[in-house]
């Protein structure tokens, strides 16, 4: 590790900084999302009949994508928390990513209902004519209750660096009102830290069960639901381990984005992209058990409609989505995890954006199949996704990275105290601002 | 020669194969047809009550759930008996084809009962041209629904009225002769107000008119004593059919159906075995009053019946105690939450505490940073 004005000069550096690459990539981005918003203006003044989404298949791409984010989201700070509370000495440089992550994910993510909802003043409803006893109001109440943690969590790793980042008067007038702000007279005092690492270390002590239940309530949503493919009782912890699974994935490219684009090569080392690797791998396992678990529990039992629903996903309208999932996003992923030679950063970011494809399509395959599969005597309905659909997907995803970026602009991305604290002691704030401003 | 043969009886199976009509033929005018006989005797009696042998057709309405029954009478003017009876609050009507020849146009007659009112009647017409109803009053004519009575019990309404066929009114139906008539049933669901929408119509039935007619018998539909407790798990229900002579009749189907909030639900269909009973599950999914029916559309010569039944299903305890105390589960979820946000906003309060201490506004100052510069 770099010494430490050094190590805070490279992290604050693309605080200061913003190349032409930057704005490039920026505008291409929010071009995708203002592509999604004019998807959703089309399908506000038309309707949802310019979706593909039908009276059988109601929920589609959407609801997918709502379970994929939030799966991300639930990665993001399960990952953050448990290697905090687990004190493991190599988490310093992902926390702040994966807490980012979580935001931005779980904010985009809980839009994709409002957007499956086709008018969106309907939302009201929920909260007008909502039942207890419906699980849709569970997972809001859940939704929201990780959402709020998941602010004030990632609010409170930031007070010490808006301490340290609040004097550099280079970085503009809203930016250091904003540090000023969220540090308000925090100088770093002993006292000070150990109560903001109290504070810190409850909040990560209840969002481990806040996010396992949240996600187990999402899986609920479909797991109480007398449906083929749904009516499950493990549905709550394969969700948990697919939400961690593709949130460990998200994090490694992001990392590794960051790593190429920012130079963080001596933050994001070979040895944490190998440590998320195992991680991986043994999340992939996991995976691959539910996975068999759940279609061997359903193919031996063989009723009607299940057989229908197996079939369409075996050899039927769905193969080429089911195995590519399994074997390009399970099987192949597993293998570049483990191999030594594969080992290697290329390797794992390329099992990550695999994992993170197929985590998408396992989320696609356990909602439209299901909602495909006739429930009475008739025709099986076909759903295929419209440009809205497409165009609204895209835009949330180009959104996601958006504001991650965007993020890496205000705070550094690599939490400087709790690195500067795995590294060595903690400094007065003042004096590294002055020497960060020296350099 | 064979080959002509061959070739006469290829041409014959091309041209003749497509106007085979593979699959059975149906009416697509009317979904049923009845025929009612007319005599001149007085069977009838108008009391909100319908006795065996007073009435000689009868329709079950699936949609509507409304019986219908039907006779005829030739004394003093041909009129059109008829009972209904009604698991609805709301009104109950009866669309009955005007004119001689059928050109759309309906006379409508609608009844409803009130506690404490009695029943009520409307008389009006609908002509097809202008897509128009008003009350026969209205139109220039007079209001013609005579005899009749209701009786309401448990949520079933029974109506009995007679309507002219030989009127002098020309917005009344006419049937001087014998004939088809068309008709449909319709209800409201709530609203006892007769200028209301019909919540739901029959589909066009059709009945016939005539001096020449065989009876059908009486049938009654029963429900048997309840086997076992009333229990949310499931609740037994045994139906009992019998003849006119009180002899079981077996091998007949038996709709089920259970009122819900909006319409019914459903039951399925479920056959009397050879002692004239059948068996059905009901399965709500909580307590409550639930009123049940049961019908037998007729058939084997003998009349529709319909019986109803007010059924209450209460707490035995045996439930899952979680699903069962809804409150305590809900105690319990929101202790949770509330804890979990209890617990934020402490962690909240301690960075408060942790950012509020301070010896002072360490900033430098602008000309702090440039000296520091130089």
């Not at chain 1, 830290?193 to 996010?211: Q, S």
């Not at chain 2, 200028?195 to 008119?209: D, F, R």
Request: glycine residues 8%; proline residues 4%.
């Amino acid at each position: 590790m770099e010494s430490e004005p050094n190590a805070d000069r490279v992290l604050i550096q693309p605080l200061q900084q913003t190349t032409l690459r930057f704005l490039l990539l920026c505008a291409v981005l929010i071009g995708v999302v203002g592509v999604g918003a004019f998807g959703y203006v089309t399908q506000l003044q038309n309707g949802l009949s310019v979706t593909g989404l039908n009276d059988k298949v109601s929920w589609g791409l959407y609801i997918s994508n709502f379970v994929f984010f939030i799966g991300i989201s639930y990665g993001g700070t399960l990952m953050s928390a448990i290697l905090r509370l687990t004190n493991t000495e190599w988490r310093g440089p992902i926390t702040r990513l994966a807490e980012s992550i979580t935001v931005g994910a779980l904010f985009l993510g809980a839009l994709f209902p409002i957007l499956d909802l086709g008018r969106p003043d309907r939302t009201l409803n929920l909260f007008i004519y909502g039942r207890l006893q419906s699980a849709v109001l569970w997972d809001f109440l859940a939704i929201g209750t990780y959402f709020a943690g998941a602010l004030v969590y990632l609010y409170l790793t930031l007070i010490p660096d808006a301490a340290k980042l609040r004097n550099l008067s280079s970085l503009g007038g809203v930016r250091l009102w904003l540090y000023r702000r969220l540090a308000r007279r925090w100088e770093g005092t002993p006292q000070q830290v150990a109560m903001l690492e109290r504070g810190i270390v409850l909040m990560a002590a209840i969002l481990i069960p806040v996010a396992v239940s949240a996600h187990s309530v999402l899986a609920w949503l479909f797991g109480m639901t007398l449906r083929v493919g749904w009516h499950s009782t493990i549905f709550g912890p394969f969700f948990v381990v697919g939400a961690i699974f593709s949130g460990i994935a998200t994090i490694v490219i992001v990392m590794a984005a960051f790593r190429r684009f920012f130079g963080l090569h001596r933050y994001f080392t070979l040895r944490h992209f190998q440590r998320l690797a195992t991680l991986l791998f043994v999340m992939d396992i996991a995976l691959l058990y539910f996975t068999l678990s759940e279609y061997l529990t359903v193919a031996y039992g063989a009723e009607s409609r299940d057989v229908l629903w197996l079939t369409a996903l075996m050899h039927g309208h769905y193969a080429l989505l089911f195995w590519t999932m399994i074997l390009g996003g399970f099987i192949l992923p597993a293998a570049l995890l483990i191999i030594p030679r594969t080992r290697t950063i290329p390797g794992i970011v390329t099992a990550s954006i695999l994992i993170v494809a197929a985590m998408w399509i396992e989320r696609v395959l356990i909602v439209v199949p299901t909602m495909a599969t006739p429930q009475l005597p008739f025709e099986w309905t076909i759903y295929q996704p419209t440009w809205v659909e497409w165009s609204i997907t895209a835009g949330t995803f180009a959104a996601l990275i958006l504001f991650i970026a965007l993020f890496s602009k205000v705070f550094p991305i690599v939490s400087m105290w709790e690195t500067r604290r795995r590294a060595g002691a903690e400094a007065p704030a003042e004096s590294t601002a002055e020497e960060v401003v020296r350099a | 020669m064979r080959s002509v043969f061959f070739a006469a009886a290829l041409a014959f199976i091309l041209l003749i194969a497509p106007v085979i009509p593979w699959r059975p033929l149906y009416s697509s005018a009317a979904d049923t047809g009845l025929a009612v006989g007319c005599n001149s005797t007085e069977g009838v009696v108008s009391e909100g009550r319908i006795l065996p042998g007073e009435y000689s057709e009868s329709y079950f309405d699936e949609t509507t759930k409304l019986l219908a029954y039907f006779s005829c009478s030739d004394t003093d003017g041909r009129t059109l008996q008829m009972a209904i009876v009604s698991p609805w609050e709301g009104w109950v009507g009866l669309l009955l084809q005007a004119s001689e020849t059928w050109n759309g146009d309906m006379n409508v007659v609608r009844v409803s009962y009130e506690r404490g009112i009695g029943p009520r009647s409307y008389d009006g017409y609908f002509e097809s041209a202008s897509n128009t109803e008003r009350m026969d009053v209205d139109w220039g004519g007079m209001t013609d629904v005579y005899d009749l009575t209701a009786e309401s019990n448990d949520g079933v309404t029974v109506y009995e009225f007679a309507v002219p066929l030989t009127s002098d009114d020309i917005f009344d139906s006419h049937m001087t002769g014998d004939g088809f008539l068309y008709f449909q049933l319709a209800y409201s669901g709530v609203d006892v107000d007769f200028k209301s929408e019909a919540s739901g119509t029959s589909p066009l039935n059709m009945i016939q008119i005539s001096t020449q007619y065989f009876p059908k018998v009486w049938s009654e539909l029963q429900f048997l004593p309840l086997e076992g407790s009333h229990e949310r798990t499931g609740t037994e229900v045994l139906f009992l059919l019998r003849n006119d002579r009180g002899f079981s009749v077996p091998n007949a189907m038996v709709h089920v159906f259970m009122k819900a909030a909006f319409g019914f639900a459903e039951l399925g269909v479920v056959m009397t075995n050879s002692q004239g009973v059948a068996r059905a599950v009901l399965e709500p999914r909580g307590t409550g009053t639930y009123l049940v029916g049961a019908a037998f559309e007729g058939g084997q010569g003998l009349l529709a019946s319909v019986v109803w039944m007010t059924l209450v299903l209460e707490d035995t305890g045996r439930a899952l105690p979680i699903v069962d105390s809804g409150h305590i589960a809900l105690s319990l979820v929101f202790l949770g939450v509330a804890g979990v946000w209890l617990v934020y906003a402490y962690a909240l309060v301690l960075a408060h505490l942790a950012t509020a201490r301070s010896r002072g506004d360490l900033r430098p100052t602008r000309q702090q940073e440039l000296r520091k510069w130089r």
